[in-house]
C-alpha cells in the first residue's frame, strides 16, 4: 500500500473516531449480593440475637439500597423492620459501619435524619466481597445498638468464608 493512500486512511478514520462519541458506560459489571446470601445473613443475624435473648429483625440491602431480605422474629416490634432496614441504607450511602458514620459526622446527624430511608444509628455493617461493597444488614430491636450490631457481626464472620469466596 503507498504510504500516502494509508496517511488518507488513517487520517479518515481518526477523524470518525473523534466526531463518534466514545460509551464506555454502555455496561457495567458489578458485584452484588445474590437472595441466597442475603436470606442466611438475616436468619443468622435474627438467630444471633435470639440466643442472646433478644427479639430482633434484620434487614439486608443490596448495593444498591434495595432490600434483598427481610426478617422480624416472633416478638420484634414491627418498627424494628423500619429501622433495621434504616440502618443498613445509612450504611450504603456512607460506606462505612453506621455506629462509625454516627461518630464521625455528629455535627450532621440531626439533619441526616430527615432524610427518608435512613437513619443514623448504630447497627448497620457493610457487606464486602473481594474489596467490593455488595449489600449492608442493618438489626433493630436488641437494646442498644452495640447489642444490633454484635448480633449483625456473628452472622457475617459465620459466612465469612461464604461471602469472600462469593462469585
Not at 443490596?62 to 433495621?84: C, E, H, K, V, Y
Not at 453506621?98 to 448504630?122: P, T, Y
Request: charged share 25%.
Amino acid at each position: 500500500m503507498n504510504i500516502f493512500k494509508h496517511m488518507k486512511i488513517t487520517t479518515t478514520f481518526l477523524t470518525f473516531m473523534s466526531l463518534t462519541p466514545a460509551y464506555a458506560t454502555d455496561m457495567l459489571t458489578v458485584k452484588n449480593i445474590g437472595m441466597e446470601l442475603a436470606r442466611d445473613i438475616a436468619s443468622e443475624t435474627v438467630l444471633a440475637c435470639r440466643g442472646m435473648g433478644y427479639q430482633v429483625s434484620a434487614v439486608v440491602v443490596d448495593r444498591n439500597g434495595i432490600t434483598r431480605a427481610t426478617l422480624r422474629d416472633d416478638l420484634a416490634s414491627r418498627f424494628t423492620l423500619q429501622i433495621a432496614e434504616e440502618k443498613a441504607n445509612m450504611v450504603m450511602m456512607s460506606g462505612m459501619n453506621s455506629g462509625e458514620f454516627k461518630k464521625l459526622r455528629e455535627d450532621i446527624r440531626q439533619e441526616l435524619n430527615h432524610i427518608n430511608g435512613i437513619i443514623v444509628m448504630r447497627g448497620g455493617i457493610p457487606i464486602n466481597a473481594g474489596g467490593h461493597r455488595i449489600g449492608a444488614v442493618g438489626v433493630s430491636g436488641a437494646p442498644g445498638g452495640d447489642l444490633d450490631e454484635k448480633c449483625a457481626v456473628i452472622a457475617l464472620e459465620k459466612f465469612e468464608e461464604r461471602i469472600e469466596f462469593a462469585e
